[in-house]
């Protein structure tokens, strides 16, 4: 199993950057896809998920209509795109795939990618 963000890195604010994340070894449309955030000295939250039943969307107050969650199931990809970035939208982002069936759950990661929001 495999999750591999790319998108990542220095914009100023109020640009924008389109994160991806490349998923391989598992049924990539049977899972809810998440972007989580984790920046430094912080907890790790939520950003946006997408789910696999009905390609639904939910977003952290932070980031509603800034950013847009999306999936490919035929490319195992999901996106993350990000307008009007705020300094504080700077953290490692983070894919996350998740499936619950009755008491089982998967729960898959991948290794992050920065996003620094600077001028």
């Known amino acids: 199993v495999q999750l591999v963000e790319s998108g990542g890195g220095l914009v100023q604010p109020g640009g924008s950057l389109r994160l991806s994340c490349a998923a391989s070894g598992f049924t990539f449309s049977l899972y809810d896809m998440r972007w989580f955030r984790q920046a430094p000295g912080k907890e790790r939250e939520v950003v946006a998920v997408?789910?696999?039943?009905?390609?639904?969307?939910d977003y952290a107050d932070s980031v509603k209509d800034r950013f847009t969650i999306s999936r490919d199931n035929a490319q195992n990809t999901v996106y993350l795109e990000m307008k009007s970035l705020k300094l504080h939208d700077t953290a490692v982002y983070y894919c996350?795939?998740?499936?619950?069936?009755?008491?089982?759950?998967?729960?898959?990661w991948g290794k992050g990618t920065q996003v620094t929001v600077s001028s």
């Open positions: 996350n795939a998740v499936r619950v069936v009755l008491w089982a759950r998967n729960d898959y």
């Open positions: 997408i789910r696999s039943a009905d390609g639904s969307t």
